[in-house]
């Protein structure tokens, strides 16, 4: 079997300008239609939902691979190849900042790979700007979504559009240190626990073991982004960043600013946690300085690579103060070029097709870079040899309360806006309230523009 690799257009240090198509390629009609194309001379008859409508005859389909294989498991290209030979695969590389950073300039040149993946709330604002594929014509066709779960339409838009499959899901859980448990007598984190719980229990982890009147354990390590800092607290809270139209900033909600006050207590009041500066400073829970912390699924791969010997398990997220459970969960998604020629597209979504299935979701799992969104696959996790031992702590997390980031077309635009003050009130510099109402202003004025 013979992969192809694109020459003309590396990314291994980044994405070029220089296009390996020809002229004409390049400058293809900007509107194609969205319908699924079913055409004599390309496809398979594709009336009814479910059948093979993967290209009959030999096509090229560029796949954009950011963080290469480390991200995406060389099985599932090797898999697909072997099972569609006449689909000539060129597989582009890169680190995935270089990806991210080139791939603007691709789009703007109309030369960027049929297929790559990104963020889901970057694929959203791809597909209001008309750059990403609409697969809900596609879905209709070939796929049974009960056999996937919710996730599986994580870029579905109000409308009716979805723009993205998943990649792979990387949702959070509550991970602690076995040991430091033990050695302190205390029982370990349980599904049932709330935040109060969690608070309680870290105040009794941590420790000022040389006397300097410094903890030199923690009880719980915060985090001081959006997937594993201020949003799951704001959420336990009852609050949110956005209302659920996602339209309407939250910030300035009394729940809003409850959560942000419970989670920068945890450092500035209550001293539970580190600093952002000191939690800089080296891997405090991977070092066995932190008792507990809010991790991502794809982080145990580091993790158990750089500590194989560190004891610790998993629960689910604690419950809010509503009785209600918030997971967070990062989707990256699947992206079909929506200006790529008709046949790359149906050989993108064979691709696609591929990858929702048993085989490659067993890839994925096995990977340990993220949870697959196919329930089979997903019900297979528990099974995995790699630590966390409790993998239900997040499948059955997101089976619960899975949910993305309060993500919209503007989620990277308002985000950045936020994050300098969100950095202040964490580090003590402001109160909460104060901060909030300077990001619900800011907030407010980006989602109003891109309305």
Not at 106 to 126: H, K, M, S, T
Not at 172 to 178: G, M, P, Q, S, T
Not at 385 to 413: C, I, M, Q, R
Request: contains cysteine; negative net charge.
């Amino acid at each position: 079997m013979k992969r192809m690799k694109a020459v003309c257009i590396p990314l291994v240090m980044g994405l070029l300008m220089t296009a390996c198509g020809s002229k004409q390629d390049a400058a293809q009609d900007n509107t194609q239609n969205t319908t699924p194309t079913t055409t004599q001379d390309v496809t398979a008859p594709a009336a009814e939902p479910g059948n093979d409508a993967s290209p009959s005859k030999e096509v090229t389909l560029k796949i954009g691979l950011p963080g290469s294989y480390d991200i995406t498991s060389e099985k599932i290209i090797d898999g697909f190849q072997a099972k569609y030979p006449n689909i000539k695969l060129e597989i582009d590389e890169a680190p995935w900042g270089d990806f991210t950073k080139k791939i603007v300039t691709r789009i703007a040149g109309n030369n960027p790979p049929d297929l790559w993946f990104q963020e889901n709330a970057v694929i959203l604002g791809y597909g209001q700007r008309g750059v990403a594929e609409n697969l809900e014509p596609y879905i209709s066709r070939d796929l049974k979504t009960d056999d996937y779960v919710s996730a599986l339409l994580s870029a579905k838009t109000p409308d009716g559009k979805v723009y993205g499959i998943p990649h792979g899901i990387n949702p959070v859980a509550l991970a602690y240190n076995k040991t430091l448990f033990q050695a302190n007598n205390i029982p370990v984190p349980t599904d049932d626990w709330t935040y109060p719980d969690l608070i309680e229990t870290a105040k009794k982890l941590t420790k000022d073991t040389d006397g300097d009147g410094k903890p030199d354990i923690y009880g719980f390590q915060t985090g001081n982004n959006i997937t594993s800092g201020w949003l799951p607290w704001m959420k336990s809270a009852g609050g949110s960043a956005l209302d659920p139209t996602l339209t309407k900033a939250m910030f300035t909600d009394a729940k809003s600013i409850q959560g942000l006050t419970n989670w920068a207590d945890t450092i500035n009041k209550l001293k539970i946690s580190p600093t952002r500066e000191l939690a800089k400073t080296g891997k405090l829970f991977e070092n066995g300085k932190s008792a507990m912390v809010f991790l991502q699924y794809s982080s145990q791969v580091s993790l158990n690579k750089s500590s194989p010997d560190l004891d610790w398990d998993t629960v689910k997220m604690p419950i809010g103060e509503n009785g209600k459970r918030f997971v967070p969960m990062v989707v990256n998604d699947w992206i079909v070029y929506s200006k790529a020629k008709p046949e790359a597209k149906e050989a993108a979504w064979t691709f696609l097709k591929y990858y929702l299935s048993d085989e490659a979701q067993g890839f994925l799992s096995e990977s340990g870079a993220s949870l697959p969104v196919k329930k089979t696959a997903m019900d297979a996790v528990a099974n995995l040899t790699f630590k966390p031992a409790n993998k239900l702590a997040y499948t059955k997390g997101v089976e619960e309360a899975g949910a993305t980031l309060d993500e919209n077309p503007s989620w990277n635009e308002w985000r950045a806006a936020a994050n300098p003050i969100l950095d202040d009130i964490m580090d003590g510099k402001r109160t909460p309230a104060d901060g909030a109402k300077e990001i619900q202003s800011k907030v407010q004025t980006i989602l109003d523009e891109n309305q």
